[in-house]
């Protein structure tokens, strides 16, 4: 009787010494993603309530403050330098949280979510806790999973959907103009027929649509440039003028759908990329006009493609 007695205390000693050895007094959960987006598009998710929401929208339940998933509430308590500092709470746990972004490369960053959770010294609190980790680390891993695949699509952050690709184009004519307001459709494509019909007269055709850069000089004074791919080079005049474009130049593009107003500001958001993207420009942006503007007034239908060459 004594050595049954003695053997089930061996058993709770061992199975008490083991829960001291196998489980800390404070638990550390953690989950890290490696993310094809620059450190400056993950810090604008996390610093943005609203994007959070989005990109947790389809996943977790949103509340006035806070979202829940997988049996845990979380809320955003406070922003900090590119991150944040987030409470969790459930049934078990009460605990704060930080998620950080780490820059690897500069087209690629790390997100780093880390909860300590203190299970004091009393073995079934350890226990309890210790399970509760288990679940808190399954519900953090599924919402990184979510900002992983929201990062890597620019859509989602910049308003706008971006390649890099390629230059093909090697011959450019152009030509430069200057106009007291914005230019219009027919003083565009007064140019374009410039170019065009001395293309043709000196045996060149167009290897793609026209293009087109604007500039705002002060309120009364605007500069246009339009210009046309070619197939080869031709004799330069007084007012157009042959580029050449090296081909394999790197170029980021957008295709749009819209007027003026949606270019402009697609502009601007491209300019927000190309910054975050650590790119720099060795020439001027360009719109390429897909659609003939001429033949088509109403903007909503007008197709630009923005190009920025980059290095």
């Known amino acids: 009787m004594k050595k049954w007695i003695f053997g089930l205390l061996f058993i709770a000693v061992i199975a008490i010494g083991s829960i001291y050895i196998f489980i800390p007094g404070d638990i550390t959960v953690s989950e890290v993603r490696n993310i094809k987006t620059f450190r400056a598009a993950v810090a604008k998710l996390l610093t943005s309530k609203e994007k959070i929401n989005q990109c947790f929208g389809n996943v977790a339940t949103k509340t006035d403050s806070s ?56 073995p079934f609190n350890r226990i309890k806790y210790y399970y509760a980790a288990t679940k808190l ?39 430069k103009s200057n106009s007291s307001h914005e230019p219009g459709v027919d003083e565009i494509y007064k140019q374009v027929k410039k170019l065009q019909d001395y293309a043709a007269s000196q045996g060149a055709a167009a290897t793609n649509s026209p293009m087109l850069n604007v500039r705002q000089v002060d309120s009364s004074h605007f500069e246009f440039m339009v210009g046309l791919p070619v197939d080869k080079k031709i004799t330069e005049t007084t007012d157009i003028h042959i580029k050449f474009m090296p081909p394999g130049g790197k170029m980021l593009i957008t295709e749009i759908k819209g007027g ?15 910054e975050d993207a650590k790119k720099t420009s060795p020439a001027i942006p360009f719109e390429l006009l897909i659609t003939n503007r001429a033949t088509v007034p109403d903007t909503s239908k007008w197709i630009t493609r923005l190009y920025y060459p980059v290095m």
């Open 67 to 122: 979202f829940k998933y997988k049996g845990f509430t979380f809320s955003i308590s406070k922003i900090i330098f590119n991150g944040n500092v987030i409470d969790i709470t459930s049934d078990a746990i009460n605990v704060q949280s930080n998620l950080i972004p780490l820059e690897m490369t500069t087209d690629s960053s790390s997100l780093h979510w880390v909860a300590a959770i203190h299970a004091g010294s009393n």
């Open 137 to 175: 680390k399954e519900s953090m891993a599924g919402l990184m999973d979510e900002m992983k695949t929201y990062l890597e699509h620019p859509l989602n952050i910049y308003g706008i959907e971006v390649t890099e690709i390629r230059l093909k184009d090697s011959v450019l004519i152009s030509t």
């Open 260 to 274: 003026p107003n949606t270019i402009r500001n697609s502009m601007k958001l491209f300019d927000i990329y190309k």
